[in-house]
């Protein structure tokens, strides 16, 4: 059984866009993120960016990471422990 879920994507028909309001935003970049992280368009993105690129990507994450989960969040949700 899988770990991991990408459902949103699949499911939502909603406004994307942002700028609008705090829920759309919030819709776009779920709806963004989950688009961006297909294995086959990160087969893709990943071999073209450049180490400065592939740096700067881990420090966002990690860095909404730390900021915005526990550890024990970072764990479960994050790590899927």
Do not use: C, P, W
């Amino acid at each position: 059984m899988a770990k991991h879920s990408h459902n949103f994507v699949e499911v939502y028909d909603g406004f994307i866009g942002y700028g609008l309001d705090r829920k759309s935003n919030e819709n776009t970049v779920q709806f963004y993120l989950q688009k961006f992280s297909d294995d086959k368009l990160m087969e893709i993105i990943l071999k073209r960016m450049s180490d400065e690129d592939l740096d700067e990507l881990f420090r966002i994450i990690s860095k909404a990471l730390k900021k915005y989960l526990s550890e024990q969040e970072y764990h479960r949700f994050f790590l899927k422990e």
